[in-house]
């Protein structure tokens, strides 16, 4: 698990992204059991091979 220091504004904007394109991409790799978020910040990977190949 790794907890990230910035909100997803600014992890959007560091990645080139929305916010809210952030936070539905999120939301997909949970519904995909690649991820669990805890919180706002806190991301555990779950399927680290499969979320590799993502694109």
């Known amino acids: 698990m790794f907890?990230?220091?910035a909100d997803q504004?600014?992890?959007g904007s560091y990645l080139g992204i929305?916010?809210?394109s952030l936070s539905r991409k999120?939301?997909?790799f949970e519904a995909?059991?690649?991820i669990k978020q805890s919180?706002?910040?806190n991301i555990k990977i779950?399927?680290?091979d499969e979320l590799s190949f993502q694109e």
């Open 3 to 5: 907890r990230t220091t």
């Open 9 to 11: 504004e600014r992890s």
């Open 18 to 20: 929305t916010p809210e």
């Open 26 to 28: 999120l939301r997909e």
């Open 32 to 34: 995909e059991n690649l």
């Open 39 to 41: 919180g706002r910040r």
């Open 46 to 48: 779950l399927d680290h």
